[in-house]
């Protein structure tokens, strides 16, 4: 099993995961996350003082995924986030040793 | 002629009660969780909206018709609907437009049902608590007030405290105070205990939410004592700086009974020692020297913030303390004024302390327990006729995931930065039709929605 | 000598109206999504400030000044800049201050032109909403308030409405909520909609934030309805008493719509409901009965609650749904008043239910319609013309990471627990010199800058 | 007989100028970080409990006592606990009651020491500052309201700057003001900077609460300035329409400044522009015409928005601007009246714009650096000596963790969706023995305890 | 040394922190996460129009474990924070190469 | 590839992020946390109602750095997030297997 982390734009969450529904993927974690990188934050004013907020806000979201449909779903999170403009996000992938469905205990696969 | 003066007070006055109701409304959401913050909000502003009409159809004429017998109860058909109080002129010869005055009682009635909605926070269905709201008012409230602020007017005969007892209650600590505590009580007995209640944390979602809501009570309840004089004279003016001193003193006892007791003065404390010092004030500030308040207002501020602590010895779980700060602040205030009241003071009453006796001290008891008993035994009877037949608590699960989501279909916030995540519109009824049908919309992308 | 009651009352009356704009503010910021909060309250602070001075300058002289054509608009020339106004006598042998009646009059003014602004939420340019505001106020607003707010008074001739038409209108249910509604339509319609709209989520962000709005519109309205009165007197108490009635009906009118339509009451709908009837009794407040008024609220919560449904089908993005609820309410409203007026109340005229007949009615139609009407076109030209000149609409791109940040470089919230991670001073303007260097303090770490 | 107009008005403004103190409360809490929010508010509200109850002790005494000296103190013992103003008459013949004038006066002695809490935010003891407010209260502000607000009556001595310097200062632009912004000043020097000012970003967490702090200030200051006219009158509506006016062009000013400046207009600066311009119509609001106050206003707009730069050239921690904002608005106001007085209007003085010369000017002058020098020297000397007997300032520990949970053992906020995660109640100090243990409920579990 | 990963419903968190503490572990972190999966959402209604919120609340918990623990942890969660109720959540394994403390710069084994 | 994880004090951050940046480190994603461990909660009081808080918030960084770097930005965020007081937090480094970069589709080191 495989652990796909992707970290996006937030705007376009909505449309990854209909793309991953739509390739069959059942189910995800997201949280609210932020992102430092080569995309440049922004300024805020309050009464004269400037402030820059390096940090941006990013969706990260976590798939744990087949072995064999890893390539895939990074591919589709890739393809549907991009909008080809800096700070569009990372895909990266982790090896999982085991994961359990907590309603019934049932493991790897069939916890999917 | 209109005494335009006495008017002007008396609409600014019932204004600034009104906006103590979303005042209260605030300072009770504020302290429930982030997930009940509606709902907490939704009993005060449907206890708004629905006793501002049944006020204006039967209230008024149960508080302030005629007495239909031995002090107990208006006549309810008298002025039923408010008919006949639109004309211009009021007493005999000029005097306030009727109307004014029908203005200011209905804040009242309005604010001592939403109070009660403190002690059944997170649980209460809200059809049930709408239900209960109107048969209350009407059996326990509207009777009260008549009890209360009827006076003796020419061949008009009032309630029996303010006619016969001669309880002093100026603004309401009986009425509206201790009755809603003891009803409070009732309810919480009735729904009882949240689930989880004194082992997991229930702490307020929104503290600045709270403090506001405290500011505006402060502000309304100007209206309300002051008000109450019923003219823009001394006695109004007397009334508002007791209001203000009083409530002073209540917040400084009630944050020095905690830095004693805790350790730390809490904005919470702040906040539940102004509205335990307004509640205390209210039947007294006629009544006794801006002295006397300040001692009134510390008393009130020590013995609520004591009180509060109650609920978990007695195991009843009155969520947002309105028997410790109502009920109790309610007693103290009216029953002090057996001891504090002063003859100098616009009431013209000595209490005990000013060498008058016990004279007054009883009767403001018997004012007090009597409006407490009623209250508390109807009310009893009312919510379990409710709890057995329409059923007054939410499904456990729906308790804790979340009244909000589950009886009104929403969320208090959504703070998140990202751009409503995971949300989709599915369906926009529309129009006057009423068919709750897909928009013809080409702009509409059905893609949108989720199927899962 | 200066009628002090009546004048206490305009006064009191005057701030709590100023007050509604905040209100608004709040009530439309808690509706937007988290992003545009601050744009969504700027437009109506932006519009205090601004028709703040404009009705100083022009904008009471345009409508108080003497008719200068068939009560189409005052001489704006005449009391340019107040002139003239601060003498102490205001009618010949005495009488209110003008600059009393001045100050109601530019609340009213201001409101108009923010209420406008919750049609085209999240994605208008502050600076042609600044511009709009202003031109709206002196070719729509100032004109209509003559037409129906200035009454003949001696040599001073008035407005159309008010004086030949004759149509009733106590507080301004044409000139402001039909008029608003209308130029809401109308931007709505000229900004096109917002990126997402009916397609993605747009939900209120804070909707403790639009309960305290509406909590707070509720209590200036008093000043705006029973204000309207200027005069602390009969009417002004019976306008009180319809504000309360009529606006509890409309809120469980919406609620039990919405309970049997979407299967449950929310506090959305509580607030709206509320919103909705203050609209229509605004109007209709001197001229129904206290059980005309639940009636007229009634109706005008049922109505507005299914009229927000319109925007989905017919696809203008009126984003706050000032059309359903302000135009909406305001047909309802004025029009009622041909059907629910009783002789019995202050305006003294029976409508068709009470055997007036269709007298009143057409003249409320006639009123109602021509300031619709007048109001879309000329708002339309307005926004059209600016929209192809300077712009209205933000980018795009700001648009949907947020104009708070776009146009206001500000966040709304900062809740994080971290202590501002990621955050860092870069520079402060500092000082009458207007420079913006970096500061000579010897305590300013430069490395604390971000060089990404 | 009573004059109920101007009681009424009078009351009405004592009760919206106590409303101001939570609004400030918002206005501040809004703009720390989340982590110091309840601090910020509690600062304002423990001025509210503790100088309601002191001005009603010796406050109102050395105040409006009569003069013991030069005009520079009334006699503390006269109205010692408001002894002997309970009675119905006030003036001779008949006048305004005197607790009515008691009671507008305590809200303003209230909020002058709550406004310079915002020099000291994040960092200050709480108990510490509330000695600090009750001898400020006593040795600045009162005698100060003697000097500025005790108009000689009959036998009665007031106040030098009112009598013999004939300064005017209408609601209180020096007693209030720059009073407060000279403290401020010196408290924030007293205390120090904050650990990272300049540095580390310390941006508003919440601008809607900022936003409507502002609103309810402006609301309140109506009562404020025309409540000053201690009457329901032409002076009042005068004082209204100038505080609007004036108020409205410094928001613009402001927001014009920002614009011009850092390339983008912001809410917080339409807020503080808000504040400015009430802060420097204060003093003006009876001396000024309408369009003069627009220019006043808009002159203090852009003056404050530059003067808040000056802290970070200057380098004290004024950390919410009380000295750009009160003590330069202040500052503006006062001296403008020399310059922009106009006999047209109520105080009936030219000043050196209408001919008036400078006669008016340097009595501004004086007057203004009089209340300044006194002010900041004396706050300087009371507060190193708090700062080196009881301490001032919190450890930097809980300065850096956050000044809410170490002093108040409170969160503003709890939004987190998860139900209270983590959290746990161990202990519930119940009832009236005062006794910390553990309840004796049945239902409490134990095991819920956290034993980290 | 292994890293679980637990996604819980909110309200079993408290149980499940002090059965992990009782069963002798010493830390973890917490996130607040967003969960999408078999368990439906549910629909808010703001002024008639519906809004379908497909994302659950739910607790998101990290805990670096020696090796031969791993196994019992992820038994611990499961049987506590089972309600039987779709949506009960998942726990995940990840094998980790190394772990610091940063108050002490400890590795490993000592690091917990 | 690996995926660096520290959890780390919020006021140490700023410190944090500036020293990985003076190391070389281009991008990190950032998710407030809440840390359960030694280090003591608080104690909360709300009308005499005491409330243990045993959460404490923290600050949870995740940096995908070259194999070889690993060790280097582990010891720079140590260093950096030290205060030597109970609670400074843990850093575990994890093995990952592909890293995408979703604007262009780079991969592994192209993709940092
Ligand atoms: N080395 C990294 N480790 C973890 N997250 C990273 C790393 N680099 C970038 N990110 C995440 O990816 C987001 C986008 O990276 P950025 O450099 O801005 O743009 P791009 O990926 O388009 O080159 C960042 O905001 C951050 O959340
Ligand atoms: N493939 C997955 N990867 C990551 N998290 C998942 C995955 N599937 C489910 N989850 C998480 O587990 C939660 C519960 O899953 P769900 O399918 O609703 O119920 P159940 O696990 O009981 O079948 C989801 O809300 C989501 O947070
Ligand atoms: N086993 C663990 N797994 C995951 N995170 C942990 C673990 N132990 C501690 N932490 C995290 O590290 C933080 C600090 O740990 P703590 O035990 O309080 O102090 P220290 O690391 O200084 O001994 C905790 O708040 C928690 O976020």
Known sequence: ?112 | MVPTGDTAWLLASASMVLLMTPGLALFYGGMVRSKSVLNMMMMSFGALGLISVLWVLWGYSIAFGNDVGAGMLGDPFEFFGLRGLMEDLTSEEGGLPVMAFVAFQAVFAIITVALISGAIADRAKFGTWLIFAGIWATVVYFPIAHWVFAFDAGDVVGGWIANDLLAIDFAGGTAVHINAGAAALALAIVLGKRKGFARDPMRPHNLPLVMLGAGILWFGWFGFNAGSAVAADNTAAVAWVNTMTATGAASLAWLATEKIRDGHATSLGAASGIVAGLVAITPSCSAVSPVGAILLGAIAGVLCALAVGLKYRLGYDDSLDVVGVHLVGGLVGTILVGFLGTAAAPAGVDGLFYGGGVDQLWRQVVGAVSVMTYSFVVTLIIGYLLHKTVGFRVDEDDEVSGIDLAVHAETGYDLHVSTGAGRTLTGATAGATGSSGVGADADRQTEGSVKS
Chains 1, 5, 6 share one sequence.
Request: aromatic share 6%.
């Open chain 1, 1 to 112: 099993m495989k652990l796909v982390t992707a970290v996006i734009k937030p705007h376009k969450w909505d449309e990854v995961r209909e793309a991953l529904e739509a390739f069959g993927v059942t189910g995800m974690t997201v949280t609210e996350a932020s992102g430092f990188g080569r995309q440049k934050g922004h300024t805020e004013v309050y009464r004269g003082a400037e402030y820059d907020v390096a940090l941006l806000p990013k969706i990260r979201v976590e798939i744990v995924v087949e072995d064999d449909s890893a390539g895939d779903v990074v591919g589709v999170i890739t393809k549907t986030a991009q909008t080809g403009r800096i700070g569009d996000g990372k895909v990266w992938v982790m090896p999982i040793e085991s994961v359990v469905r907590v309603r019934t205990g049932e493991r790897d696969s069939a916890a999917l």
